[in-house]
């Protein structure tokens, strides 16, 4: 990405990611979402079951171990919850901007073929925006 001492074009933006990129970080949010939910299941019975039977046996590293588990769950929940809203954040996201270059699109076409046959000429791959 370009530093701030470079220069830029006018008009240009920062950052330009097509739908289908988008939609693949979204996905890839989605899997690792749910990787991580069946990880953190398997960590958190193991865990569970450790700090039982450490517990059990009169050691205080069982309630130690207890409440990392704790912490651990609130972050794996929270964790989770962030790649869920990138999801459907980016598959919103995809979704409108389809929906609105379908549009312009139209329109684009309707002003170039309008009335009289005098419309405004399309730049070549103006329809690939």
Not at 24 to 52: K, M, N, P
Not at 64 to 90: M, N, P, Q, V, Y
Not at 96 to 125: E, F, K, M, Y
Request: charged share 20%; net charge negative; proline share 2%.
């Amino acid at each position: 990405m370009a530093s701030g001492a470079e220069a830029r074009d006018e008009g240009a933006g920062d950052l330009a990611l097509s739908t289908e990129v988008l939609g693949r970080i979204g996905q890839d949010a989605a899997g690792l979402r749910t990787d991580l939910l069946d990880r953190a299941l398997r960590a958190v019975d193991a865990s569970g079951h450790a700090a039982s039977a450490l517990t059990d046996a009169g050691l205080t590293t069982g309630a130690a171990l207890s409440t990392a588990l704790e912490r651990f769950e609130e972050k794996t929940d929270a964790l989770a919850g962030d790649c869920e809203s990138i999801d459907g954040h980016l598959s919103v996201t995809v979704s409108a901007n389809t929906t609105l270059d379908t549009g312009l699109r139209s329109v684009l076409q309707q002003l170039h073929t309008a009335g009289d046959g005098v419309g405004i000429p399309l730049n070549p791959g103006i329809a690939d925006l």
